[in-house]
């Protein structure tokens, strides 16, 4: 490959990266070009990039980015899942597309900046989306409120109560 086109490669596959909040590298032997076309489908409805990199190229990028440690990851068929958007995304993604197929078995990735390995991206995958945890947040927030909101309404309603069996015993008498 002449040196221009390698630089182009390596620019493109870095500007691709640099952005990325999630970075999840597989080993996609034994896929045939069915698979892979069904896995890129999959991926891009999730709006995952997934690339097949050189492994070489792949590590000057990384280098070039500051991202050390990929170099053991980057043996044998490379291919890389990114989300811009996502950082769970592309790990449920392909663990997704590998629980249903056996393959691509997953190597690790990067997630925010920090090195994961391949059981810790299996963990990531096994987490619920992002709206879920938001919601999860936003509720365990709101349930002292609740709690308290729903203790000064008792008394109001207890309140109520009482006056108004007072004025049913008072109309009865009458």
Known sequence: MAHAAKTKKIGDLEAMLKDAKSIILSDFTGLNVKDISELRRACREKGIK??????????????????????????????LAVSADDEIAPAQGLKKFADDNELPRLKGGYVSGRLLSDKEVIRLAALPGKEVLLAQVVGTAQAPLRGLLNCLNASLRDLVSVVKAIGDKQGAAA
Not at 52 to 64: C, E, G, I, P, Q
Request: avoid cysteine; charged fraction near 20%; hydrophobic fraction near 45%.
């Open 50 to 79: 997934f690339r097949v990199v050189k492994n070489t190229l792949a590590k000057r990028s990384f280098s070039d980015l500051g991202m050390s440690g990929a170099a053991p990851l980057l043996e044998g068929p490379t291919a």
